[in-house]
Every structure is written in structure tokens, then in C-alpha cells.
């Protein structure tokens, strides 16, 4: 079983900043690819950045220059610092990886969201 547990979010002003972070527990043989995605509501899920295994990364354009993703590897761990936050960033914000099993299997998992509003 594995676990991805989402942290951080919270109501922040407009030009504000907040740290989301995510955890993955459980029984992990390895971790690619790990990602954050929101989903504001009456709109389709979307991806915000990623981040491969490696530390190469890919952020949509509306975040560029403002979000930062990163990753812990020892802690199996993601972040995403999100600066100078506008009303349209308003979403829940959800983590998602793709982890290898202990027992052979590999699967994207995802947490279950944290809601970051930008509200003045």
C-alpha cells in the first residue's frame, strides 16, 4: 500500500507565497516522475510542474517564473513553492507519482488534494 499526503495549503493574499509538500509512504521500491496538478472548481484537472527522478523540470505557463518544484529523495518527498500568487491560481492542488512496488507492480498514485485560495 502506498500513501501520498499533500501539505500546505491554505488562503494567502494576492502576491502572497506557500510551500506545498508531499509525502509518499508505504511500500516503495523506487519513485520516477512526481508532479503537482490542480483543479479549480468547474475546470479540468491540470498539470502544474514536474519533476523527473533526475531533477529535470517542466511547468505549465501560466506558473513559469513564479512556482518552483523540487524533491527530497531520501524522504520521498515533493514540494512546490508557489510565489507571487494570483486569484486564478485558486485550486485544489493535488500531488501524483509514479512509484514502483515493493512486490513488482508499478502504478501513478495520487493524494487526495489540498485547497489553496488566493483571496484578498
Known amino acids: 500500500q502506498v500513501q501520498l499526503v499533500e501539505s500546505g495549503g491554505g488562503l494567502v493574499q494576492p502576491g502572497g507565497s506557500l510551500r506545498l509538500s508531499c509525502a509518499a509512504s508505504?511500500?516503495?521500491?523506487?519513485?520516477?516522475?512526481m508532479g503537482w496538478y490542480r483543479q479549480a472548481p468547474g475546470k479540468q484537472r491540470e498539470l502544474v510542474a514536474a519533476?523527473?527522478?533526475?531533477?529535470?523540470?517542466n511547468y505549465a505557463g501560466p506558473v513559469k517564473g513564479r512556482f518552483t518544484i523540487s524533491r527530497d529523495n531520501a524522504k520521498d518527498t515533493v514540494y512546490l513553492q508557489m510565489n507571487n500568487l494570483k486569484f486564478e491560481d485558486t485550486a485544489v492542488y493535488y500531488c501524483?507519482?509514479?512509484?514502483?512496488?515493493?512486490?513488482?507492480?508499478?502504478?501513478?498514485?495520487w493524494g487526495k488534494g489540498t485547497l489553496v485560495t488566493v483571496s484578498s
Open positions: 501524483s507519482a509514479g512509484i514502483a512496488t515493493m512486490t513488482g507492480g508499478f502504478y501513478y498514485y
Open positions: 508505504g511500500s516503495i521500491f523506487s519513485i520516477n516522475a
Open positions: 519533476i523527473t527522478s533526475g531533477g529535470s523540470t
